[in-house]
Each structure stands twice: as structure tokens, then as C-alpha cells.
């Protein structure tokens, strides 16, 4: 495990800006007024050649819907770190709280470094004066924004050496290496269906922020599980709403972030509100999540607070197939994040549906199914002529890419398309992934 490094402090101090400036990043959604960040964000840095696991965490307040809950967040970022970083706001003096978090570290048996913010350049060291009555010997004047002052900060923070490694030499990542084995998955969904529930619920605490409040969550936040010797890397997002109903600037971001995050996942996890039943918005999420070429389970959670009988089960099903047509190949899930109802069985679905779409096919056995299949129904003609299909081959995995060569592409018609992906299904397995099949014409032949 790499060293944890933690900021905090209060609200609107800088510390999202400080995590995206050390981490290199823009993983920390940042906006001008206070209370933007409220869940611990973990973001992976290096300074020195020394690596360490940095977090963001909430503003320590009070006032705010979720202020408990960002305290008890907070207190878990002290409790797990290493290296605590106190940042303070250089323009806006010494408040209450800062003094309320300084009186928590002093009796923290941990390094603790206390560093004041938007501090622009030697001539503003100035307003440093102000921080010394918190009776701190060593005050750390930096710039988050213009990166003033931080290399001096990193530089003490990394010679601490306590659990610090260097970073070993750089090598290619290999297919067997361990990292390129980490399972992705994406949690999305509306507001409010319990997808940090669900993630809490897997991870066994209270890692991230829950409310009957809609929109609680605003940044993607990455979280890594492992079971039965397999890794996992859980990201919690954003409810996604209607376009129509996103007026707010925060949440435009926070939905965008949350829509990126299905870019870099294996599997979107698409959690729905059974007790709602399946809405339109249900629907077009996971159509973002086909379109980016996920792989896909559909979780109805909240089932124990549906009326069942014998048939409720099918009628779900029926009914979510019926409007999600084109994610037909998706499996679905009755669950309960509350009560932990078949949780652990996701990620069995989960290992399934990752197998097929991390699986690579011989060019050999697609060309002989391509050859079955254009038997069992022979192509349509076009101006008269009929459409020759030559050969195929694979060309990516994740999900599985198919490159059909033929004389004219661009005159294949959908349903015929539709075929080639059902009968390669059957042929091969893969009934739980999407399929890609291109078109493309064959240099030279018609």
C-alpha cells in the first residue's frame, strides 16, 4: 500500500484545486463557492520519484444538509492517512473552524502540515502573520492556482521517507500484468436510485456520502475492492437527470464527469429504483452506456420495498427488455443495497460478462462462421449485383470488434447487420456483451 496523504480544512479554501495541481489532474470538480466537494476523493501522485495515494476530502463546517456527514468523512481521512496536509485561507484570514481542526491535529500522533493558501508571491507572505496565533511554528505559503510554494511543501512532505517508496523504473505493462487486470466498473444511474449506497454496501463502510437528498453525489469517485483474488475499481457518479431539467453549473459538470466515467469503465453497473419501476431516464442512460461500448448489468435495487408475488420477477424483466431492446444481451438483477440482498452475487455477472468482453476470437473460426452464416441466408443485391462478404478478422477486444470486408459496405443493411451479431452470439458465447461489426470496403475487388 502506498502512503495516504490527506487534505483538509474548511470549506472553499483551495483544496480540490491543490489535489488536481499535486495529482495532475482534473479528477476534483472545482467552482467558486463553498461545499462543491463532499465525498473523499483518492487520486493516485508522485513528486521526487516518490509515490503516495493523495485525498480530498469535504470542507470541515457546519450549516450545510450534509455537514455531519462531511465531519465523520473527514475524521476517516485523518484516521486513514499517513501525512496530513491543513490547508488555510490566506485571503480570508482565521475563522472558528479552522481553529476547531487545528485543536483535532494537535492531538494527532501524525505528521501534520499546515499550509495557507492563495498565497500568490513573496510579497503576499504577508498575511501569513495572522496564522501564527493558531500557535503553528511552521507555516507553508503556497498558490494551489498558480502552484507557488508547493514544490517546497511536496519536497518536506515526501523526506518524511515514513512509508514513502521511491518509484521503481518504468516497464511496459504486459497483458499479464496485474494492473491491466483491474476490473472497471461504473455505477450510474438517476439521482437518488442508491448507487453510494450500493457501493458502500460492497465495501462494507460508510466511504461515501448517502442522502434522500437528490444530487448528493457531484464528483466521480473511484473506490478499489477485491474479491477472490480479483481486482475491482467501483466508481460512484452523479445521478444523471433529463438535460431539460440540469440548470445548475455544478451539476452540468458533475453529469458530464459522471458520463466520462462510462469511457474508462469495463462494465457500467446501471442501477435503477425498482420501486419506481423502469423510467424513460432509465432507459437513456443506459443507451450512454451502449453507445461508449460498455458492458452492461442492469440492477433493480430497492426490492425489498416492492409488492411481490411469484410473477413480479418475470414482469420486471419483460418489461425492462421490452425498452432497453438494444441492450437485450444486458443482464439484470433484483437487489437491495440496505440489506445487502444478492450484492455479492454481482459480481459474479460481473466476472461473466467481463470474460466475453475482454474475449478475442481466431480470425480462422470467424471466417468459417462468416461463411455458415452467409449460406444459412444469402445476402441481399444491390444495383443488381450481390453484396460479397471476403473475410473477417478481430481487431480490439472490450468490447469484441469485428472487421467484415466486403464489395459494398455501405449497402448492408441494418437487419442483415442485426443477423451476422445474433448468429456470431450463438456461435461463440458471447451473449452478454455488446458485439461491433464493421464494414469496410475490400481494396481493389467489387
Not at 468523512?73 to 486513514?80: F, G, H, S, W
Not at 459496405?409 to 445474433?422: G, M, T
Request: net charge positive; with cysteine; proline share 4%.
Amino acid at each position: 500500500m502506498k502512503p495516504i496523504v490527506a487534505i483538509v480544512g474548511r470549506p472553499n479554501v483551495g483544496k480540490s484545486t491543490l489535489f488536481n495541481r499535486i495529482t495532475r489532474s482534473r479528477d476534483a470538480l472545482v467552482d467558486n463557492f463553498p461545499g462543491v466537494t463532499r465525498d473523499r476523493n483518492h487520486g493516485n501522485a508522485c513528486w521526487n520519484d516518490v509515490e503516495f495515494t493523495l485525498v480530498d476530502t469535504g470542507g470541515f463546517a457546519e450549516g450545510d444538509d450534509f455537514a455531519d456527514e462531511i465531519r465523520f468523512q473527514v475524521y476517516q481521512a485523518i484516521a486513514d492517512a499517513d501525512v496530513i496536509i491543513l490547508l488555510l485561507d490566506g485571503k480570508a484570514g482565521i475563522s472558528p473552524f479552522d481553529r476547531e481542526i487545528v485543536d483535532i491535529l494537535r492531538i494527532v500522533e501524525k505528521p501534520v502540515f499546515y499550509a495557507v493558501n492563495k498565497i500568490d508571491g513573496a510579497e503576499q507572505e504577508i498575511f501569513l502573520a495572522d496564522f501564527y496565533q493558531l500557535g503553528i511554528e511552521t507555516l507553508y505559503p503556497i498558490s494551489a492556482e498558480h502552484r507557488y510554494g508547493v514544490s517546497d511543501l511536496l519536497d518536506d512532505v515526501v523526506n518524511l521517507r515514513a512509508g514513502f517508496v521511491a518509484k521503481p523504473p518504468e516497464d511496459p505493462i504486459s497483458p499479464e500484468d496485474p494492473i491491466s487486470k483491474v476490473i472497471r466498473l461504473a455505477v450510474v444511474g438517476r439521482p437518488n436510485v442508491g448507487k453510494s449506497s450500493l457501493i458502500n454496501r460492497i465495501l462494507g463502510e460508510r466511504r461515501l456520502l448517502v442522502s434522500d437528498i437528490p444530487g448528493t453525489t457531484r464528483d466521480a469517485i473511484d473506490s478499489t475492492w477485491e474479491m477472490n483474488g480479483k481486482s475491482y475499481l467501483l466508481v460512484d457518479t452523479a445521478g444523471i437527470r433529463r438535460k431539460g431539467k440540469v440548470h445548475r453549473k455544478l451539476e452540468k459538470f458533475s453529469i458530464i464527469k459522471a458520463l466520462r466515467s462510462l469511457d474508462r469503465c469495463d462494465v457500467a453497473l446501471i442501477v435503477l429504483d425498482a420501486a419506481e419501476g423502469v423510467t424513460d431516464q432509465d432507459i437513456s442512460i443506459a443507451g450512454y452506456a451502449f453507445e461508449r461500448g460498455c458492458g452492461c448489468i442492469f440492477l433493480l435495487n430497492k426490492w425489498d420495498l416492492v409488492e411481490k408475488d411469484s410473477k413480479t420477477v418475470k414482469e420486471y424483466y419483460e418489461r425492462l427488455t421490452d425498452q432497453a431492446k438494444f441492450l437485450n444481451f444486458a443482464p439484470a438483477m433484483t437487489i437491495s443495497a440496505l440489506t445487502g440482498l444478492r450484492v455479492r452475487k454481482i459480481f459474479k455477472q460481473v466476472d461473466e460478462v467481463y470474460e466475453q468482453y475482454a474475449r478475442r476470437i481466431s480470425t480462422g473460426r470467424l471466417n468459417r462462421f462468416l461463411e455458415r452464416a452467409i449460406k444459412k441466408n444469402e445476402p441481399s443485391l444491390h444495383h443488381g449485383k450481390r453484396i460479397k462478404y471476403y473475410y473477417a478478422a478481430q481487431i480490439s477486444t472490450k468490447p469484441p470488434t469485428i472487421v467484415c470486408f466486403v464489395n459494398y459496405p455501405q449497402a448492408v443493411h441494418f437487419s442483415y447487420k442485426r443477423y451476422l451479431i445474433n448468429q456470431l452470439r450463438q456461435e461463440t458465447g458471447l451473449v452478454k456483451t455488446p458485439i461491433r461489426i464493421i464494414f469496410r470496403q475490400r481494396e481493389g475487388r467489387r
